[in-house]
């Protein structure tokens, strides 16, 4: 009978944890479970801090998140801490590997700033609730004018209360090993806000975080903050340069931080 527990305590989860598909598996259900107990302590610290829905809670929000990078292997390296030295209201974008991304969005999220993100992410249990608390912007990207109208919205309210937002323009994940074209909704908000830019790029997770082949392994990423783009006086005719020029510097510095993107059947195009 002891040597059958033996077998069960020991032998089984060595096995298993030689399994990279394993650790694929656990390390995502991981991920998953222990951002939503995080999510039910942030809860009542964020409604005792302020009482609801508001920005200062993304404070909380990122001191509980900062130590999970610890737990998955990974390390995050960042350059360009001074770019993000700009006071007032500005725009950060960034491109989207994976949820993986909140981990180095809490490494370096400036004070008074959220993000805009899909409306189902609300649905996403505690985590959702969280992203709520914290001011997070929803939009329904299934249509446009209502996205359009929440983000005009949202322009006001960053001069008003002098608030950051964090925009992903690809408007979705993408592990292609390259920048999919521009939605045009973070360059809208800087003009409406009359805002700077500020550029962030994730190097590539393909080094140790593979869907495909089920492969989660330690890893570093590296962040780079850009320096910032000017909105000041610029109009809604401005928008479609403003995309292209934020699309080829973010491009080139992802590129140059990952190497070139690996062969694709049908490569990305540009808008
Ligand atoms: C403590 C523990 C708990 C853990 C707690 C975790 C906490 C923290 C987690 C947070 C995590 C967040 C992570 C979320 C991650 C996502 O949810 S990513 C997905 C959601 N985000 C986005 O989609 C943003 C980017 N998308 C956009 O900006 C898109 O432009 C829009 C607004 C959705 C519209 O989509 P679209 O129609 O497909 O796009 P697009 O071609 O750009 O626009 C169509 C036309 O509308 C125009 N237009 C677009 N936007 C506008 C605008 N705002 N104003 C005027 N015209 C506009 C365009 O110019 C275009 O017209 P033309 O120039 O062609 O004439
Ligand atoms: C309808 C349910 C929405 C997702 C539920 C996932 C539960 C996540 C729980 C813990 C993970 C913590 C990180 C949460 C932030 C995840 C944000 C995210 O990455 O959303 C996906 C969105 O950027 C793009 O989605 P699509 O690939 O375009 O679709």
Known sequence: MDALWMVLLLVVPALLLTSSTFVFYFKKCFYVGYMMILGIVAMPLCILKSGGRDIENMRIIRNLVRHVKYFLGLRFE????????????????????????????MEVLPDRCSMIAKKELI??????????????????????????????????????????????????????????????????????????????????????????????????????????????????????????QAYDIMRSAFLEMSGPAPLLSNGPSKH
Not at 79 to 104: A, C, F, K, M, R
Not at 189 to 200: F, K, T
Request: proline share 4%; charged share 20%.
């Open 78 to 105: 960042v350059s360009g801490w001074e770019h993000l030295q700009t006071e007032g209201p500005y725009v950060i974008i960034s491109n989207h590997q994976s949820s993986l991304d909140v981990l180095g969005m």
């Open 123 to 244: 649905y996403a249990g505690t985590v959702g609730m969280v992203c709520w608390l914290g001011g997070i912007v929803f939009i329904n990207r299934k249509k446009t004018s209502d996205a359009k109208s929440v983000m005009a919205d949202a322009a006001k309210t960053m001069q008003d209360e002098k608030i950051r937002l964090w925009v992903f323009p690809e408007g979705t994940r993408n592990q292609k090993g390259d920048l999919l074209p521009f939605k045009k909704g973070a360059f809208h908000l800087a003009v409406q806000a009359q805002a700077p830019i500020i550029p962030i790029v994730f190097s590539s997770y393909r080094s140790f975080y593979l869907t495909k082949e089920k492969e989660f392994k330690s890893g570093s990423i590296t962040l780079k903050i850009l320096p910032k783009i000017e909105t000041k006086g610029l109009t809604t005719d401005d928008v479609a340069t403003l995309t292209d």
